[in-house]
């Protein structure tokens, strides 16, 4: 079974929405960032989540701009 970012991320791709995901992916940069250096709690698994989440993110970027690019060697 997928999980919800994967489809999240499939959606995006699908509908070519990189802003949508460039922004879903600086969020979660920022959610990390603001509790990476923290000492009054264990995050790590917080931190384990938003690290998958975001390679899933960047798998997304990847996949949409290679479909984009052979897209643009095709019309040439």
Do not use: C, P, W
């Not at 999980?3 to 992916?25: F, H, R």
């Not at 969020?27 to 264990?42: K, P, Q, W, Y």
């Amino acid at each position: 079974m997928n999980s919800a970012i994967e489809l999240v991320v499939a959606a995006y791709v699908e509908t070519n929405q990189l802003s949508a995901l460039q922004d879903m992916k600086a969020h979660r940069e920022r959610l990390a960032m603001s509790v990476r250096d923290r000492t009054d709690f264990n995050f790590g698994v917080l931190l384990g989540q938003l690290d998958d989440d975001i390679r899933e993110i960047d798998a997304g970027i990847r996949r949409l701009r290679a479909a984009t690019d052979a897209r643009s060697v095709t019309e040439l």
